[in-house]
């Protein structure tokens, strides 16, 4: 839960709440003892501002940086990445100029909104895969 609410802050997007709801139909609390429920609770309405002390802090060895400004945020967007997975289809020469960090996220998030089948995904990664290998 903790990492839906990290995503929500960094990369806001349906897919957060998407995720939470898959989540709690895995793990639901009315069969949890009062107790837990009641803590689990307690963690949930914390979560918010402890992702913000998280992303927020500058401790001293990043000179009054804090945490996220360390992160390219803005250019990891689920919007940039599904953008970028219409333009390969379109351009498919364009994964090759892709650094291998990129390609996976492009596909996990194509992966994510079912917009690429597994055989595809194993397709491309496997070519790619491949190519980055040669290339060393």
């Known amino acids: 839960m903790l990492s839906?609410?990290?995503?929500?802050?960094?990369?806001p997007d349906d897919q957060w709440d998407k995720l939470w709801k898959l989540w709690e139909s895995f793990y639901p609390h009315d069969k949890l003892p009062k107790e837990q429920v009641l803590i689990l609770n307690q963690l949930g309405n914390e979560?918010?501002?402890?992702?913000?002390?998280?992303i927020d802090n500058k401790p001293e060895s990043l000179k009054g940086k804090r945490l996220i400004?360390?992160?390219?945020?803005q250019?990891?967007?689920?919007k940039t990445f599904r953008e970028a997975y219409q333009t390969w289809k379109r351009n498919p020469y364009l994964i090759d100029r892709t650094s291998p960090i990129i390609v996976f996220a492009?596909?996990?998030?194509?992966?994510a909104d079912q917009a690429v089948s597994s055989s595809e995904e194993s397709h491309l990664l496997k070519r790619q895969l491949n190519r980055w290998a040669s290339q060393r």
């Open 69 to 73: 400004d360390l992160f390219q945020i």
């Open 4 to 11: 839906c609410t990290f995503g929500r802050k960094l990369f």
């Open 106 to 111: 492009i596909l996990g998030q194509a992966k």
């Open 47 to 54: 979560m918010d501002r402890f992702v913000e002390l998280v």
């Open 75 to 78: 250019d990891r967007q689920p």
